[in-house]
Nanobody
Framework: QVQLVESGGGLVQAGGSLRLSCVASGRTFSWYGMGWFRRAPGKEREFVAA????????KYAGSVKGRFTISRDNGKNTVTLQMNSLKPEDTAVYYCAADRSNTGTVATTPESFDYWGQGTQVTVSS
């Protein structure tokens, strides 16, 4: 079992930056692909970014590409989402997720992830 705890959310003005962190429990963190998803009010959960177990592969949603960066530190069981040039439409609850399949690819659908954090609120004001 893996527990994921997100932090770093908050209120920021448009154009600003936030850095989200997700700390995982368990010794097998380095085997898992990791991802970030978000859910805005009244909308479906959507993919934001994902990273392979060793950090060699990353994928981003088109809406955040060039503004967000996902990274991981397996020694610290941490995955990070650096969010720059934030827009009001980035407002959502952001969730960290772990994919234990270790296929060598990077999953982007919620159904591919086995463990989820509780979420952290990001609010971008205009």
């Amino acid at each position: 079992q893996v527990q994921l705890v997100e932090s770093g959310g908050g209120l920021v003005q448009a154009g600003g930056s936030l850095r989200l962190s997700c700390v995982a429990s368990g010794r097998t963190f380095s085997w898992y692909g990791m991802g970030w998803f978000r859910r805005a009010p009244g909308k479906e959960r959507e993919f934001v970014a994902a990273i392979s177990w060793n950090g060699s592969i990353t994928k981003y949603a088109g809406s955040v590409k060039g503004r967000f960066t996902i990274s991981r530190d397996n020694g610290k069981n941490t995955v990070t989402l650096q969010m720059n040039s934030l827009k009001p439409e980035d407002t959502a609850v952001y969730y960290c997720a772990a994919d234990r399949s270790n296929t060598g690819t990077v999953a982007t659908t919620p159904e591919s992830f086995d463990y989820w954090g509780q979420g952290t609120q990001v609010t971008v004001s205009s």
